[in-house]
């Protein structure tokens, strides 16, 4: 008689719940459709893993999100956050509906002029703008953000240099009560910074001063942060107007709304405590209706929002490649989709749901990526059918981040794909190839031949 093999004991939890006999009820219904267009038939057509926008999604999203700030504020206007998704397809959709372009570097302003968007209706953020950019920004009469001292006496100079005016704003930064404070960007309001950088730009008389903007954090949970802030950027607004007899043109809320995304290690849901987009605008518009601007001198609220307005929109769609146990006992799935695409698995609980019908046998699984890579883990435990190998499954609101953090590391960035209005699809990027990459590449000609030697 042969003697077992030893297999380590372990103890797993038992989830609660009331099982059937056929084991515990998944609760995790299956996507098979996207828009009325089949999971398994797009993957067969564009391959895995596959990133799929759905247009309907985006535009129904910016209409709700407009609704809510037009009927509690007289003037409101969006601008796009091109970082949070600068694909060319994505940003025309909103440009369609109506939004500016937000952008925070060189790169982001070419592709926003690109885009067809004219420079005054581009706002340029961000801590790093070269001379050039500035330059360039000044003459497309675009609204430039003032990050920090430096910048503004550069733009000081630059003034002297050229026939236009520079439209400028600053960045404020504060405390809201809640922290950590993002106070590296801006100037800050508390201490007095933000006062002392606009009366140095009133003073020059070298630039006009329409607007003030903050961006107080991401992925904001308390809408009553936003008021407190409004209240503040109101009060310099006032400030002003008393001093100065100068009228803003418009307040930048700038954006970090939360998306219905889960964030690691949260006791409930995103859908359940992320705020809507009701509460966001009843915070900050009764904060600026009901300060001490003159009814008549009411700004512009320009609002920078972009997570909240894609995350929906995004879905990842991926396959199946293996099962096993790992030493401690726990089941492990492996799917083609790893960190490299889906970025924002570092800091979301993703919602994974198969394509297909399910039995309802479940267990806690780690879901991993296909890197060689130990950091490549897109759920560390969460309560899972039992995948087999070449199941399909989908990744829910992925729309922000992902596509503009994704990098190709081992594997090759797939392809994305719209969903338009009416359900058709179109290529929006095309899955990278070996000739992707190489075509930015030089090898010198010393390198070009490499002759191994027979041992």
């Not at 910016?62 to 694909?87: G, I």
């Not at 801590?127 to 920004?137: I, N, R």
């Not at 800091?347 to 060689?372: K, R, V």
């Amino acid at each position: 008689m042969n003697k077992l093999t030893f297999e380590r004991p372990f103890i797993k939890k038992i989830k609660a719940g009331v099982p059937s006999k056929f084991g515990m009820n998944t609760g995790i219904e299956a996507i098979t459709h996207i828009d009325g267009v089949s999971v398994t038939q797009l993957l067969e057509k564009y391959g895995s893993p596959l990133f799929v926008i759905s247009e309907k999604t985006i535009r129904n999203t910016y209409r709700e999100a407009k609704r809510a700030f037009n009927t509690r504020y007289p003037k409101v206007q969006f601008a796009w956050s091109y970082k949070t998704n600068y694909l060319n397809a994505v940003c025309q959709v909103f440009h369609q509906e109506g939004a500016w372009a937000e952008v925070v570097s060189g790169f982001e302003y070419e592709k926003a002029l690109s885009n067809g968007i004219s420079g005054r209706h581009i706002i340029f953020n961000g801590p790093e703008k070269s001379e050039e950019e500035l330059t360039k920004a000044i003459q497309h009469s675009s609204l430039i953000h003032i990050d920090h001292f430096d910048e503004l006496f550069t733009l000081i100079e630059l003034s002297e240099r050229t026939s236009e005016i520079p439209k400028v704003a600053i960045r404020v930064n504060m405390d809201t009560g809640v922290y950590p404070i993002w106070d590296r960007f801006g100037f800050n309001y508390e201490n007095g910074e933000a006062w002392d950088a606009l009366n140095r730009i009133m003073l020059s008389k070298k630039m006009n001063l329409v607007g003030l903007h903050t961006h107080i954090g991401t992925y904001m949970l308390s809408h009553d942060a936003y008021r407190i802030a409004a209240m503040k950027l109101a009060d310099l607004v006032v400030g002003l107007d008393k001093k100065y007899n100068h009228s803003i043109q418009y307040i930048d809320m700038g954006g970090g709304f939360a998306s219905k995304n889960t964030l690691k290690g949260a006791y409930y849901s995103g859908s359940d405590t992320a705020p809507s987009f009701n509460d966001y605008a009843e915070a900050i518009s009764s904060a600026i209706i009901n300060s001490q601007i003159h009814p008549d001198k009411l700004p512009m609220l320009i609002l920078e929002t972009g997570r909240a307005l894609i995350d929906d929109a995004g879905y990842l769609l991926s396959t199946i490649v293996a099962n096993k146990r790992l030493s401690d006992g726990r089941r492990a799935t492996i799917m083609d989709a790893g960190v490299n695409i889906l970025f924002t698995s570092f800091w979301y609980d993703h919602q994974i749901h198969p394509a297909q019908t399910m039995s309802q046998n479940t267990e806690e699984t780690s879901i991993y990526g296909p890197l060689c890579m130990n950091i490549d883990v897109i759920r560390d435990a969460a309560i899972m059918p039992l995948y087999r190998k070449g199941d399909k499954v989908v990744i829910k609101r992925v729309g922000a981040y992902n596509l503009t953090q994704w990098m190709q590391f081992i594997h090759m960035r797939p392809a994305v794909i719209m969903i338009d209005s009416d359900g058709n699809t179109h290529m929006i990027r095309d899955r990278e190839t070996l000739q992707t990459l190489n075509q930015l590449e030089h090898t010198p000609a010393h390198l070009r031949q490499t002759i191994l030697q027979e041992s």
